[in-house]
């Protein structure tokens, strides 16, 4: 269960989008090597938690449904392992110098999996088709803002307008909900698009058993692969099929029964499993860009709005104890305010400042007037030290790390008061800022999400609630500016703020954790972590 | 049921000896004894706080000082199990009370008044049978949100119709008694007649349904904690605690036998009890 | 005859209204608003909110709207899945039959498990079977049947490989999750075959045909089991509802599509249309099912429609 929480939140966060898109580049498993001829076709089954809500691009905001849909959507453009835009679909494009125009010059002779020709009009529907209210997308619709509007030159020039400037609107467009979609398919199915959708890409829709599983067939017409998957023409897999399975103990079991031959988000508890099995099974880690598992920490609320308490729970939470303990050591410690793996990270920046202690801890509370109380308690002013932790009660994983904190903080002389909440209270509440520590994990590609995060209304998530004027002006600049060296430079100094500030309490740095027999091979991994079949095989024993 | 008025007494009597022949019952009772004791020392006898973590002792298999291991926090299960044993056993008590009061209250009313409330009773209790098994616990849960107490409101509720049916047919059959009929002649009031000759009669099935019905709740309790609608950790519930470990089935067993098999000897000691309770009562009853 | 099937089949309706009613005020009774339950986190931009609120009617008065609920449902229509943009019958429709069947083979399982155990423990009452049958019927609703399930899935999937542990099609998938559905209502299968094979055994016709020198295993099997199964008919009906509330667990354990796994996935994602039409859909298929039993004992039996 545990994963389906870290699920459910980056879902959430998913939905964000305004930076939690992109596409692009880092392999997984090309550092293994192969071993063994490759194999000509093939089934892979692959075990999923939970059952996506619809495979239409335009509509999903889950991260599940988006894994599905890229082995069967081509982008325009995907984004590199070092944060840099390249063409897909499109073969190439111009920007006017205000950022505000594009012309793209799509590929020729490409084709969707129904036979359509793929143009620049279905590129044009498409994204049309994205900004209709009536599409109601979840993700794919912030990804694309501020598209405003495009024309068609020709059959493969689109000239596109945006409403204002924007430095990552074209790395959005790596993301496979901006896929081109077939105008045919659509008006044909209307609303059963979501059920058989029909894209640019290497496999296409076979099957959707309600409930059950997804299968899609290899496309042999398909001709549009990215420079990065290294292969070329029809992918070699006849079948890919995800199976969805909710319990984990049955989900891992089926992977030792060869029921499925890879699961996706490999419980923590069953990592030690498929290490201590090589010959058997291979373990892909591949870390998610993004924030890590954290804790937003309230400025705006007592007793953290008084920096030393928040430094304080910095020192003294003991995170290495909690990834030991609640996932086996699965994870690596929480970076900072963006996990190691996101372009632009400052590595190891939290634990740098503040090394784990409880006796840091104790001097910083001492030093601000915190005085040991009662009960073990602190006090100052006559008021007892105690801290209100915002619990999601639909996601038991809160609960259990809320208990871990609890333990841990006790010994510096914290009470925290673990406050379980549903839902939509939970976001209310975390909204209107009457709360300490709130839980939360967000998946993006670029620094932008520092903004998203810490600004002054960056975005629903800004649960730090903190105001800033210097920082809120750094990271618009940093939104503005398309010169990769000095966004470095910004981000930079706005890690070290969201740092010194302690605003944010990291946890672990979140992983994709994907498990295979040991004799599947060549699985890519986009930028945002996700896995393609495309260019997957199994070697011959 | 038809059994005459005279001497109850000797009835109950003759029924409890029945049940002290019954070794089945016997042992359900001997072991939910033993188990109730437990829960209620549980404070003075379990060697650990059941929901203090303590790192150092994480997923330890059963030894000297964590007789049935410890959990991935390091939290005795032993200690769990016996806290446990409070909040399980709670919510069949307090499910089975809330169904009991209501349905014995509803049961009673239309039984006995019958005419237009009888109807919106009996139409009442035919909607909430109109759900099957456990879903209307799990609406309920849904709307009022999953918390201990709300567990037991929701499989309360759910259990109501068992004993408004039960009681109805009761006092439909006892009101046909002569007995019934010869109270009302000489005047008897109402109440009078409900507790002195009515009620009587209802008290065996009723007893039997509760006792069938706490162990019926406590896996309804465990049920909602496996699908994340149950009590909340580090709530000790045996379903919760069973739940909570069943990722851990291959590399630490302990944490979710234990629990598993401390609902299953409790449930079996709660059915061989009513079963026997049954046979002892009544071996014709129809529950 | 006639008159007690249309006053059976008329009962039925205010039964059916009144789920209607309680299914449409369940999404009004969920704390805070609907929409806002649905947004999540997007539920703080208080547009997309009211926009939710306004496709979903949530602005009418309540009256009105459970006129439309109730004019839908008529129709055919259980309303449309907030998240999946779909037709929640369709998404019915395409799991019901696996649910069905699931229901069906846990019947089978628990009527044969049941009736064996009774059996045994009827002809040689008070005899060690006669307890140990009993207590073996009574396991099987002692155990929670999650916990029952993946016991299965660990021995008999991945230990001993006899069958998959996941999905449906075909009898071997169907093996696992139908004996932990039927093993829970075996016991009371069980106890009512015992009780009345008990009092059948003692009953003259047996008698006679013992003294007429027939095998003792014809008298049970062909003479008592016969009139002792009667008994067990009668609660067919009210078995099938609780086995149905089952597969809401069971097919959470196996990944078999259903409608109970629809409805847990969707009170997680809080698409409460289509826990409606769900739950909807269940209680009505079940007061059918009920009904169905009912009139064809009716017709069998003419007896039962006095009890």
């Known amino acids: ?61 889950q991260a599940n449904g988006i894994r599905i849909i890229l082995n069967m959507c081509d982008s325009l453009v995907y984004a590199d392992d070092k944060g840099q835009v390249q063409p897909w679909l499109a073969e190439s494009w111009e920007a006017n110098p205000e950022g505000t125009a594009y012309t793209f010059h799509l ?118 692969p990215s420079p990065a998957f290294g292969q070329k023409g029809a992918p070699v897999l006849d079948e890919v099929t995800w199976k969805f399975i909710p319990e984990n103990q049955v989900r891992f079991s089926t992977l030792e029964t060869g029921e499925t031959n890879a699961i996706e988000d490999v419980p923590a508890p069953f990592v030690a499993n498929v290490k201590a099995d090589p010959q058997k099974y291979t373990l892909l880690n591949v870390p998610y860009p993004g924030s890590p598992r954290q804790y937003m920490i309230n400025t705006k609320q007592f007793p953290t709005d008084d920096i030393a308490v928040r430094q304080a729970i910095l020192y003294g939470v003991n995170t290495k104890a ?68 915002n619990v999601m009660s639909d996601v038991p994983e809160y609960g259990e790390l809320g208990q871990l904190l609890q333990a841990q903080l006790r010994d510096v ?119 393609h079949f495309y260019a997957t095989y199994y070697v011959k024993k | 049921m038809a059994q005459p008025e005279p001497a109850p007494d000797s009835l109950w009597r003759q029924a409890v000896r029945r049940l002290q022949r019954n070794p089945g019952a016997m042992l359900g009772l001997v072991i939910l004894a033993v188990l109730v004791l437990a829960a209620l ?35 005795d299960i032993l200690s769990r199990l016996l806290f446990g044993a409070r909040i399980s056993l709670r919510i069949g008590l307090v499910s089975v009370g809330i169904a009991a009061s209501i349905g014995i209250l509803l049961g009673l009313l239309a039984g006995f008044y019958g005419g237009w409330l009888d109807m919106l009773i009996s139409r009442f209790i035919d909607l909430l049978l109109a759900f099957p098994g456990i879903l209307l616990a799990l609406v309920i849960v849904t709307v009022i949100g999953p918390s201990l107490f709300n567990v037991m409101v929701a499989v309360g509720i759910s259990a109501v119709p068992n004993y408004a049916r039960l009681v109805r047919g009761t006092v439909l059959a006892a009101r046909e008694n002569v007995y019934v009929e010869a109270a009302e002649a000489i005047g008897a009031r109402d109440r009078t007649i409900l507790v002195k000759h009515i009620l009587p009669n209802v008290l065996g099935p009723v007893i039997v349904l509760s006792t069938l019905g706490i162990a019926g709740a406590i896996l309804s309790g465990a049920a909602l904690s496996f699908l994340g609608l149950g009590a909340q950790p580090p709530t000790p519930e045996w379903g919760a605690v069973l739940s909570d470990g069943r990722n851990y089935l291959r590399q630490a067993w302990w944490i979710s036998t234990f629990p598993g098999l401390a609902i299953m000897v409790t449930v079996l000691s709660v059915n061989l009890l009513g079963d026997g309770l049954r046979d002892a009562l009544d071996p014709r009853m129809k529950l | 005859m006639l008159g007690y099937l249309t006053k059976r089949l008329a009962s039925a309706v205010p039964v059916i209204i009144g789920v209607t009613l309680l299914v449409f005020l369940m999404l009004h009774m969920v704390p805070g608003d609907p929409a806002e339950q649905m947004l999540g986190e997007m539920a703080v931009d208080k547009t997309a909110v009211a926009n939710l609120r306004q496709q979903m009617g949530l602005n009418d008065p309540l009256a009105v709207q459970y006129g439309h609920f109730l004019g839908n449902i008529l129709h055919g229509n259980l309303g449309t899945s907030m998240l999946a943009h779909r037709s929640v019958m369709d998404m019915i429709g395409k799991v019901l039959p696996s649910t069905f069947y699931l229901t069906l083979a846990g019947l089978g399982v628990a009527i044969v498990l049941g009736t064996l155990l009774g059996i045994a423990a009827a002809v040689r009452q008070n005899t060690w079977l006669d307890t140990s049958s009993m207590v073996l019927a009574l396991l099987g609703v002692s155990m929670p049947s ?62 006679v045909a013992r003294a007429k020198g027939l095998s003792e295993h014809r008298v049970i099997y062909r003479h008592a089991l016969k009139n002792a199964l009667i008994p067990v008919l009668t609660m067919v009906g009210l078995e099938f509802g609780r086995l149905l509330g089952g597969t809401v667990v069971i097919e959470t354990v196996f990944a ?28 009505v298929f079940y007061v059918a099912i009920n009904l169905l039993v009912d009139m064809s004992y009716a017709l069998i039996d003419p007896r039962i429609r006095y009890q």
Not at chain 1, 37 to 49: E, F, N, S, T
Not at chain 3, 162 to 179: D, I, K, Y
């Open chain 3, 256 to 283: 078999r599509p259903g409608i109970g796994r629809l409805i847990v996935d969707s009170i997680l994602k809080k698409d409460f249309q289509v826990v409606q039409g769900a739950v909807l859909l269940s209680a």
């Open chain 1, 1 to 61: 269960m545990r994963r389906r929480i870290v699920g459910s939140l980056l879902t959430a966060a998913v939905a964000l989008s305004v930076t939690a898109c992109g596409g692009g580049n880092s392999t997984g498993d090309s550092a293994q090597g192969a071993s063994g001829a490759p194999q000509q076709g093939g089934k892979l089954i692959v075990g999923m938690q939970y059952e996506p809500v619809t495979l239409d691009p335009h509509v999903t905001g």
């Open chain 1, 107 to 224: 590929k020729k002779d490409v084709k969707f999996s129904d036979g359509t020709p793929f143009n620049a009009q279905a590129v044009k529907f498409s994204w049309d088709r994205i900004m209709d209210p009536k599409t109601a997308s979840q993700s794919a619709i912030s990804a694309l803002r501020p598209y405003k509007e495009s024309q068609v030159v020709d059959d493969s020039t689109l000239k596109v307008t945006l409403s204002e400037p924007s430095a990552i609107w074209l790395k959005n467009l790596g993301a496979a909900t901006t896929a081109p979609v077939s105008p045919a398919a659509v008006q044909k199915l209307g609303d059963q698009f979501g059920r058989s959708p029909v894209c640019v890409g290497p496999f296409k829709l076979k099957e959707w058993k309600e409930k059950e599983s997804v299968t899609l067939v290899r496309n042999p017409d398909y001709n549009s």
């Open chain 1, 322 to 389: 909690i990834i030991k303990t609640l996932y086996a050591d699965a994870f690596p410690d929480g970076n900072g305010p963006m996990g190691a793996a996101t372009w632009g990270a400052s590595k190891g920046i939290f634990r740098e400042l503040y090394p784990q202690g409880a006796d840091k801890a104790n001097a910083v509370l001492d030093q601000a007037g915190w005085k040991p109380g009662p009960g073990g308690i602190r006090v100052k002013d006559g008021k007892r030290l105690e801290i209100v932790v």
């Open chain 3, 146 to 207: 999650f916990w029952l399930g993946l016991l299965l899935v660990f021995t008999f999937s991945l230990r001993l490989g006899w069958f998959p542990a996941t999905g449906s099609g075909g009898w071997e998938r169907m093996v696992m999750p139908a004996f932990t559905l039927g093993f829970g209502a075996a016991a009371v299968i069980a106890r009512l075959v015992r009780a009345s094979m008990l009092e059948i055994l003692r009953l003259d016709f047996i008698r």
């Open chain 1, 413 to 531: 002389g914290m009470d925290l008061k673990l406050k379980s909440l549903s839902r939509s209270p939970w976001y209310a509440s975390n909204a209107k800022g009457d709360y300490n520590i709130t839980g939360m994990g967000l998946w993006s590609t670029d620094p932008d999400m520092l903004k998203s995060l810490y600004r002054t209304d960056g975005s629903v998530f800004t649960w730090s609630h903190f105001t800033n004027p210097d920082y809120d002006k750094l990271v618009d600049e940093g939104a503005r500016t398309s010169d990769p060296t000095k966004r470095l430079e910004i981000y930079k100094q706005a890690q070290e703020i969201v740092m010194k500030e302690a605003l944010v309490l990291p946890i672990y740095d979140q992983v994709n954790l994907l498990a295979t027999q040991s004799n599947i091979k060549g699985i890519f991994f986009d930028a945002n972590a996700y896995p």
């Open chain 2, 41 to 75: 020392l549980a404070p003075a006898i379990a060697p650990f706080d059941p929901i203090k973590q303590n790192a150092t002792d994480a997923m330890q298999g059963p030894s000297l000082k964590h007789w049935l291991g410890a959990d991935q926090f390091g939290r």
